[in-house]
């Protein structure tokens, strides 16, 4: 029997297999256990020279795992077990390597995960035990930088919301360790509380809705105005948030967090520059008369921007004459 499949998993590898063909044997029902797992191994493996059976190598491994893990979600319960049983040595064997190790660390830290909810508890708390919420490594250009890009993956995942709340958790203790002086973010652009706010606002982006409940946001943006002294998401973000917060003191505290926070002088204060603007500093208003700090802000607010209005459509039809003007001179020239 073990020459008969030895045999067999060898005729598979004569020719050159594509990651693609080993990922439809790893989820194939029909096929037998000991072939899956070999398929398996060979996608994951941090090398598939240190396998100890028979592989082409005329295909890439972990890096296809990391970037097209979609796979992870149609393998089985009992591949799901065999793949989290796999991870930590393969982390382990990961972290030994001089090259592509960092691609496999990665690619490992993507697919936890997508497993998760296909374990038995016990088995998926032990693997989520071996998730990194921040980025393994730093780094840092004009269009992307390193912080917590797990953490928000997570968040933006269709998991089970338990497990975005046990990342939340370890988030919170992560930001009151830096805010206590306690430890340092690795880069000053991964300070843990700015990460977070960022994090949040990117929620409000999705195209598909909220990822997360109403409940946890509203736990979290909470969580968030017991902490810092500036804005707690984009200015931008403002009225959106109001609308998801249905916690009448929790909504106070973001508001004013979110108003007045910060210095007057602060590029990012809140203020009524323009017609939505305009529109939430009327709604805080109204919501919160009795709040006479931050009533008398926005109605000083208000009462400046018909003026702004003015100023800001005179350059905009200064910039639309201009326009108009060069263009014409494109045509008769």
């Not at 060979?42 to 972990?62: E, G, H, Y």
């Not at 830290?109 to 071996?130: C, M, V, W, Y």
């Not at 933006?156 to 975005?164: A, C």
């Not at 000053?188 to 706010?197: G, I, M, Q, R, V």
Request: glycine share 6%; hydrophobic share 35%.
């Amino acid at each position: 029997m073990v020459e008969s499949v030895e045999q067999t998993w060898s005729d598979f590898m004569k020719r050159g297999r594509e990651a693609r063909e080993l990922v439809k044997l790893a989820i194939d029902p029909e096929v037998l256990p000991f072939f899956q797992e070999r398929a398996i191994q060979t996608l994951l493996a941090p090398s598939i020279s240190q396998l100890p059976f028979r592989v082409n190598q005329f295909f890439s491994l972990n890096t296809y795992a990391g970037h097209e893990d979609k796979w992870l979600s149609d393998v089985s319960a009992s591949s799901a077990t065999y793949i989290a049983n796999l991870i930590p040595e393969y982390i382990e064997q990961a972290q030994q390597q001089r090259s592509n190790g960092e691609g496999a660390l990665i690619a490992y830290n993507s697919i936890i995960p997508r497993l998760l909810d296909k374990l038995p508890a016990e088995e998926a708390e032990k693997l989520f035990g071996q998730f990194a919420i921040n980025d393994l490594f730093s780094y840092w250009n004009m269009d992307f930088a390193s912080g917590y890009g797990p953490l928000r993956d997570l968040y933006s995942s269709p998991i089970q919301e338990v497990w975005k709340r046990k990342g939340a958790e370890r988030m919170h203790s992560v930001i009151q360790e830096e805010i206590r002086g306690r430890t340092k973010p690795r880069a000053e652009h991964e300070n843990a509380y700015s990460c977070y706010s960022n994090i949040l606002g990117l929620l409000l982006y999705s195209n598909e809705g909220l990822p997360v409940s109403r409940e946890f946001y509203q736990d979290e943006i909470a969580f968030m105005t017991l902490l810092g002294t500036g804005n707690i998401v984009d200015i931008h973000h403002t009225g959106q948030v109001l609308d998801l917060l249905e916690d009448a003191s929790i909504k106070h505290r973001f508001a004013r967090r979110q108003i007045l926070g910060g210095k007057p002088d602060d590029w990012d204060r809140f203020r009524v520059n323009s017609t939505e603007r305009a529109s939430e500093a009327k709604r805080v208003i109204e919501e919160f008369p009795e709040d006479q700090e931050l009533r008398a802000y926005l109605e000083a607010q208000l009462e400046d921007w018909p003026a702004k209005a003015g100023e800001l459509m005179q350059r905009q039809s200064q910039i639309d004459q201009e326009e108009l003007e060069v263009r014409t001179r494109m045509r008769t020239l």
